[in-house]
C-alpha cells in the first residue's frame, strides 16, 4: 500500500496560489494520485486525479514529476469557501486495493 | 442519479445496542467501501468489497460486520456498539470519471453515530 504523507495544516489568504504537497515514495506502477477535498460535516469530493506530469481542471492543477514519489496539489487564487481539509489518495487503475487515506492538509484561507 | 445514498443521517444508540447503517449506489460501481471519521481526525477504512459476494477488512474492522449480496448496497453491522463506535460513518463507491485513469471514490453524505 502507498503511504502518503502531507503537512497537517496551512494558512493562507484570499487571492494567494496554495501549493500543498504530498510524499508517495513507494508508489506502484499502476497507481494513479487523486485528491480530495472535504468540507465539515461532508463526505471528501474529488478534485482531480493525475497519473505523471501536469494535469489540469477548472478548479486546481496537479503536478507531479518524473520519479512520481511526490505530487503537488495547486489552487489559484483561493477564496474562503475553499477553507476545507484536502486528502491526496494512492490507488491502482482498478481500484481493487485498500484505499488508505492519510490525516489530510487543513486549509485556512483568511481574509 | 442520486449517486450513494446512506441512511439513517443520525442515530442515537446505548452501549450494547446494535444496528445497521444502510449503503445504496446506483452508479453500477463494483468497489464499495466504508469509513468511519471520528471529530477532527481523517478517515480510516473500515470495510470494503470488490464486488457481490466479496468483502474484505481495512484499518479498523474490529466490530463490525459487512455484507455484499448485491452490487448496489453495502450494510454496515454493529454487533455490540460501544462509545468507542462514536464517529460520523461514511459510505463510498469507486467508478471511472473517464475513459482512462484509476477510479475515483464517491462518497454518501455520512451517519452520524452516538454511543451512549
Known amino acids: 500500500l502507498a503511504k502518503t504523507t502531507q503537512p497537517i495544516s496551512m494558512d493562507s489568504y484570499e487571492g494567494q496560489e496554495v501549493n500543498i504537497t504530498c510524499s508517495h515514495n513507494?508508489?506502484?506502477?499502476?497507481?494513479?494520485i487523486t485528491w480530495y477535498q472535504q468540507f465539515p460535516s461532508q463526505g471528501p469530493r474529488f478534485i482531480i486525479q493525475g497519473y505523471k506530469t501536469k494535469v489540469t481542471n477548472e478548479v486546481a492543477s496537479l503536478f507531479i514529476p518524473a520519479d512520481r514519489k511526490s505530487s503537488t496539489l495547486s489552487l489559484p487564487r483561493v477564496s474562503l469557501s475553499d477553507t476545507a481539509v484536502y486528502y491526496c489518495?494512492?490507488?491502482?487503475?482498478?481500484?481493487?486495493?485498500?484505499?488508505?487515506f492519510g490525516a489530510g492538509t487543513r486549509l485556512a484561507v483568511h481574509p | 442519479n442520486a449517486g450513494v445514498t446512506q441512511t439513517p443521517k443520525f442515530q442515537v444508540l446505548k452501549t450494547g445496542q446494535s444496528m445497521t447503517l444502510q449503503c445504496a449506489q446506483d452508479?453500477?460501481?463494483?468497489?464499495m467501501s466504508w469509513y468511519r471519521q471520528d471529530p477532527g481526525m481523517g478517515l480510516r477504512l473500515i470495510h470494503y468489497s470488490v464486488g457481490a459476494g466479496i468483502t474484505d477488512q481495512g484499518e479498523v474492522p474490529n466490530g463490525y460486520n459487512v455484507s455484499r449480496s448485491t452490487t448496489e448496497d453495502f450494510p454496515l453491522r454493529l454487533l455490540s456498539a460501544a462509545p468507542s463506535q462514536t464517529s460520523v460513518y461514511f459510505c463510498?463507491?469507486?467508478?471511472?470519471?473517464?475513459?482512462?485513469?484509476?477510479?475515483?471514490?464517491?462518497f454518501g453524505a455520512g451517519s452520524r453515530l452516538t454511543v451512549l
Open positions: 489518495l494512492v490507488g491502482d487503475t482498478w481500484g481493487y486495493n485498500k484505499l488508505i
Open positions: 463510498a463507491s469507486s467508478g471511472r470519471v473517464r475513459d482512462s485513469g484509476a477510479n475515483v471514490l464517491t
Open positions: 513507494n508508489i506502484a506502477t499502476n497507481d494513479y
Open positions: 452508479m453500477n460501481h463494483e468497489y
